[in-house]
């Protein structure tokens, strides 16, 4: 069979790694920059904008590819999947209208209201600044203030956090009005990601990300520093309750796209606040995320080439679907300097990583040799039975790697987790 991956970060080398495990799989692969990792386990890869979806599915078409497994948003919010149906090759990873539950905030959050789904925070939606500024002078309340279209996850500023209220009127005029401003979520994040036929959803285990750039949860946002799950795939600062909330509210997301006409076919990713009244959702995403996305495959025991086909068909059952009872910790390398000011072009070299496992993101291979670019550069998945010996896996392989990038040492160490459960303690 031959699959299409598209994307070339360290989540579409965990894509491209988990599909070169099942067996008859010959993998082709369209990325913006070279990806050292996917084209090692490509038959042939073509450099492309990925949001350049005719080129995409004119090479797809040429090579005689069967399905393509879509990492990024980009290219589904340009309707790669509607272009690729239009030939007659599969997608993994929804059409335009249906990704529209991560691209447009506003969508996302009318769907949950119209359909009455749990867990659905106040908000306004605006599309002038002056109202959206009227609206903070007039409520004495923290918000979330969030852009309405795609940002990398870098947009949201949080009142209390990252801004005072004067400071949200500027980012809100800087921006230009189009915004959600939201009622600020207390509590702890978790992800829970499903696998989507259209219909059926069959959850992952629940995993955490963290997106600031500086040990103890500090500095700007990046796409994700690292992420870590546990062996009993839930968390301690969340009960079996608050899991299957979550899980019940995607699968209302879920059949309430289907009665818009808009069945979702990929993978959906709901990011949660836990809260003193249980979950409620940050933001869906249309795909896997990244770094979780290295986590969950790397931890993937059944066949992920037969869960893409019946994901396509439309027939997935729980039964095809099986993880690794084991903790995972990923730690991302990033240039220094990353994210206002990375450090591009400088060497790295990396060391005997034990057996952790290895996901190249933005990095270039030159001669044998790794150097930086301006994103995250390489990643490091840990697993183990526990949380400490996935985390002392990865920590150790990240420390083998010299140059100009770092990590963060605290992502998966039991002090953070132990922060999170008493900050659970506290508030319920
Ligand atoms: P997003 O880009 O929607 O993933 O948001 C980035 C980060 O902002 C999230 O990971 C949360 O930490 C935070 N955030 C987003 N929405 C809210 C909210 N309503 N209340 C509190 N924090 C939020
Ligand atoms: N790691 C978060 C995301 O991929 O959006």
Not at 106 to 126: E, K, T, V, W
Not at 361 to 380: C, E, H, I, M, P
Request: net charge negative; hydrophobic share 40%; with cysteine.
């Amino acid at each position: 069979m031959k699959f299409l991956v598209v994307g070339g970060g360290g989540r579409e080398h965990a894509l491209a790694d988990a599909l070169s495990r099942s067996s008859n799989v010959e993998i082709y692969s369209v990325m913006g920059k070279k990806n050292p990792g996917i084209a090692a386990l490509s038959t042939d890869v073509y450099i492309c904008d990925e949001t350049e979806i005719h080129r995409v599915a004119d090479y797809a078409e040429a090579n005689g590819v069967e399905y393509a497994v879509i990492g990024p948003e980009a290219p589904l919010e340009a309707g790669i999947a509607d272009t690729l149906a239009e030939r007659g090759i599969a997608c993994i990873g929804p059409r335009k209208e249906a990704a529209r539950i991560e691209t447009d905030k506003a969508f996302c959050r009318n769907l949950m209201r119209s359909h009455g789904i749990d867990g659905c925070p106040g908000y306004q939606a605006f599309h002038d600044p002056e109202g959206a500024c009227r609206y903070i002078d007039e409520h004495d309340v923290n918000l979330a203030i969030k852009p309405i279209g795609l940002t990398g996850g870098k947009g949201v500023k949080i009142m209390g956090e990252h801004v005072d209220a004067a400071g949200a009127k500027n980012y809100i005029r800087e921006i230009k009005g189009d915004v959600v401003l939201e009622e600020r979520l207390i509590g702890e994040e978790f992800t829970l990601l499903a696998f989507v036929d259209g219909e059926h959803l069959v959850p992952m285990p629940l995993v955490q990300d963290h997106k600031r750039a500086y040990e103890g949860d500090v500095g700007p946002n990046t796409g994700g520093m690292g992420s870590y799950s546990m062996e009993d795939h839930s968390f301690p600062f969340v009960t079996d309750d608050d899991r299957d909330r979550a899980f019940a509210i995607m699968e209302a997301v879920i059949a309430a796209l289907n009665k818009e006409g808009h069945p979702f076919i990929g993978f959906l990713y709901g990011q949660f606040m836990n809260t003193a009244n249980g979950p409620q959702v940050i933001e869906f995403n249309a795909r896997f995320g990244d770094p979780e996305a290295m986590n969950l495959l790397s931890l993937l025991t059944s066949d992920f080439a037969t869960i893409l086909v019946k994901m396509a068909a439309g027939t997935l059952t729980p039964a095809d679907v099986t993880f690794a009872h084991k903790a995972s910790v990923c730690k991302y390398l990033v240039p220094e300097g990353y994210p206002d000011k990375p450090q591009e072009g400088k060497l790295l070299t990396i060391g005997d990583y034990g057996d952790a496992k290895l996901f190249f993101a933005n990095v270039t291979l030159d001669n044998g040799k790794y150097y930086t670019q301006t994103s995250r550069t390489l990643a490091f998945v840990g697993m183990g039975d526990t949380l400490q010996e996935a985390e002392q896996q990865a920590e150790r392989a990240a420390a083998s790697v010299s140059g100009a990038v770092r990590y963060r040492h605290d992502i998966g160490t039991m002090d953070v987790l132990d922060k999170r459960i008493a900050h659970m303690r506290s508030i319920r």
